[in-house]
């Protein structure tokens, strides 16, 4: 019996391993040009993969009767991390939003529990590694492709996206990846198995350097000092001398690459070079940078109100804009940087703020253990080989969290997947469950279910409900999502009654997403619909916070004769966004059909304000001529129409108005 228990054992940890496997290749590589964005993919891929792992570690329990976790240090910090997100969603003002990023995040825990609990064989470890080798190398490929023009697939996005989104992200990947491949590079003794090793680092070292990651290479800096420290700390030193020319070939090879992406020839396609792309780091008007302080800056005033348990987790992008309109009011100094952000763009700050001071001390405790477990596995082991290949590990995860500090990986699954599977991964590397090792105090617990038609019963409804919610998480959002796509396909064209079937459909299978409930209520607008408008735009207020939404109010506001309904959302717009130009022009001319004519000139003064380099200031000129115009100061309205006609491109049909403005007020002023 014990034998039938082992072999079946086998089974289900076998269709673990290999949907574990599948989790971390598709969620990275999975490309549909045919979804709004990446992290649509990336989400569907981790949430549908979850859902099958939970249901398949279920039917085990239910089958084997084995339930109990091996325990490890860091059980405790991360099972109270996810109590505090359970609570973060029962506290949140909007739990369907708040859903996502909650299944997201439990999502990441259930691939280090998974790898911490089934894998048990070096052969398990080894060919996981391996996976992420293979899958760097198609994500550098594919980056290289893009960058010199070769992309037919994606060649609509004119960026360097490669399978993962954008730079930031591939750089991310590919430097948790980089120390761990190159610890095997090191440790590897046949010269024909150690050149395949060679070759990826230097294609690695290459989409780094094309990249241009600001943020990254400050990380990698960072670990490399720290990785220096271990290897003098423990006596590690050695290896690279046994690997001086391998490591010296090595160097040579990267000091090429970089004076290739580091100066003005062929094979360097991009606008600025590595050196002035460094250098912008240190410009204080560096917009980058700037935008990044009013976050932070913004996301401490979030903190200020609930230090302690935060708003829910991912409230962030629902607040962000109101206490940003807020923080504006006595900064107006960033008003040039600000903006919509859906990420602090540092992942301790978001944690935070959305859980609290308790959330994150809890996240911060689970690499307290982690790191001391690392230390642990250093004074106790005296194997190096073993301690090069932890060394990897521990400096692609040192990275990771030294990037968190300026961008937002964990938000995106092909990261925040990778960084927990390689979590996992160093842990059982350390306890040396790889090799087979067992420990008697872990050895899982059992029950049993005396009835077996009981155990088919459960199987059964575990099966129902595995496809039940990979339809609810997955499926449903996924086809909403590409109708979505459709429907902004067909509004680009202006092609509104085309488009609105698609996002009717789009709804009603994803009811709670804002961006797809926006476009619809958009869409009644632009067909004339002001009722059915109105109803779906506030339904969005509830699932979105976007600046657009209120302006789109007040217009439907507007054209319904709601005059002062319709000053209040485009008001609350520009609260949101400062700088929404749009807004302000719809203000003027709210205030201009009411003959509020100081008003009108207030707001259409701010649109040359905010914006001196304003694409049409021809038309906001020749608006605020007429407004002048009628407020009976023809000076000052003749002031701005030549100021208008100047700027008027040719043939353009204003050019006739306003050199009949600026004749009328001449005649004017002759017959006086």
């Given amino acids: 019996m014990k034998k039938y228990l082992t072999e079946e054992n086998n089974i289900y940890n076998n269709l673990l391993t290999i949907f574990l496997k599948l989790l971390l290749v598709i969620v990275p590589l999975f490309v549909n040009k045919y979804i709004y964005n990446f992290r649509v993919n990336q989400e569907t891929g981790l949430k549908l993969f979850a859902v099958i792992l939970v249901a398949i570690w279920l039917i085990k329990i239910i089958n084997t009767g084995e339930y109990s976790l091996k325990k490890i240090k860091l ?34 825990i259930l691939i280090f529990f998974l790898i911490t609990n089934n894998l048990d ?89 094309i990249c241009q990651s600001r943020g990254i290479w400050i990380s990698i800096s960072l670990t490399i000092i720290l990785a220096i420290y271990i290897i003098f700390k423990f006596n590690l030193l050695k290896i690279f001398q046994e690997n001086k020319k391998w ?68 409230t962030f992008k629902m607040n962000y804009l109101n206490y940003q309109g807020e923080f504006l009011k006595n900064n107006p100094y960033y008003i040039n940087y600000s903006g919509k952000a859906g990420e602090a763009h540092n992942e301790y700050l978001q944690i935070w703020a959305e859980l609290g001071i308790i959330g994150l001390g809890l996240f911060l405790l689970i690499f307290y253990f982690f790191y001391k477990t690392i230390i642990d596995f250093y004074n106790n082991n005296k194997n190096v080989r073993e301690k090069i290949i932890t060394l990897g590990l521990v400096m692609g995860i040192t990275c990771f969290l030294i990037h968190s500090l300026f961008t937002f990986p964990l938000h995106v699954p092909a990261l925040g997947g990778t960084f927990f599977a390689l979590l996992g991964l160093t842990v059982i590397y350390t306890r040396k469950i790889n090799l087979a090792k067992t420990d008697s105090d872990n050895r899982p617990k059992e029950f049993k279910f005396k009835n077996k038609g009981i155990k088919i019963a459960l199987t059964i409804f575990v099966l129902i409900f595995m496809v039940g919610a990979v339809n609810l998480v997955a499926v449903r959002p996924y086809i909403a999502e590409i109708q979505y796509f459709n429907g902004m396909r067909h509004n680009v064209d202006g092609n509104y009654r085309e488009a609105l079937p698609c996002f009717q459909q789009a709804v009603s299978l994803d009811p709670y997403n804002g961006r797809i409930l926006h476009a619809l209520g958009t869409t009644y607008y632009n067909l004339g619909n002001l009722s059915k408008a109105e109803e779906i735009l506030l339904q969005t207020t509830r699932y979105r916070s976007d600046a657009n939404t209120f ?49 009108t000139i207030e707001q259409w003064n701010k649109i040359l304000e905010i914006e001196p380099n304003f694409p049409n200031k021809y038309i906001i000129f020749n608006n605020l001529g007429i407004v002048y115009q009628k407020k009976e100061m023809p000076d000052k309205a003749l002031e701005y129409f030549l100021q208008a006609l100047q700027l008027a491109p040719e043939g353009s049909p204003i050019i006739a108005e306003i050199e009949n403005e600026i004749y009328n007020i001449y005649k004017s002023k002759l017959e006086n």
């Fill in 75 to 108: 059980d405790l910090p991360l099972i109270l991390f996810s109590l505090v997100l359970v609570l973060s969603l029962f506290i949140s003002k909007t739990k369907m939003v708040s859903l996502q990023d909650f299944i997201i995040f439990l999502s990441y």
């Fill in 247 to 314: 490591l010296f070939l090595l160097l040579i090879t990267f000091l090429i690459i970089t004076i290739i992406y580091s100066t003005d020839n062929p094979l360097n396609k991009s606008a600025i070079t590595v050196p002035q792309r460094a250098m912008s780091t240190f410009d204080e008007q560096d917009p980058s940078i700037n935008t990044r302080l009013l976050i932070w800056k913004t996301t401490f005033e979030m903190i200020k109100d609930k230090p302690i348990l935060g708003s829910g987790i991912g």
């Fill in 551 to 599: 302006y789109n109010l007040g217009l439907v506001y507007r054209q319904a004769g709601l005059l002062s309904k319709a000053e209040e959302e485009f008001k609350y717009a520009v609260y949101l966004m400062p700088k929404f130009t749009k807004s302000y022009y719809e203000l003027g001319y709210l205030y201009f059909i009411q003959e509020r004519y100081d008003d």
């Fill in 121 to 209: 064989r070096k052969a398990d470890f080894n060919s996981f590694i391996h996976l992420f080798f293979i899958i760097s190398f198609l994500v550098s490929i594919y980056t290289i492709i893009q960058y010199y023009g070769l992309d037919l697939y994606l060649s609509d996005l004119h960026s360097l996206t490669s399978t993962i989104g954008q730079k930031n992200w591939i750089s991310n990947y590919l430097a948790m990846i980089f120390p761990v491949l190159f610890s095997y590079f090191l440790l590897e003794k046949t010269q024909k198995n150690r050149i395949p090793y060679f070759l990826l680092l230097s294609i690695l070292y290459s989409t780094l350097m």
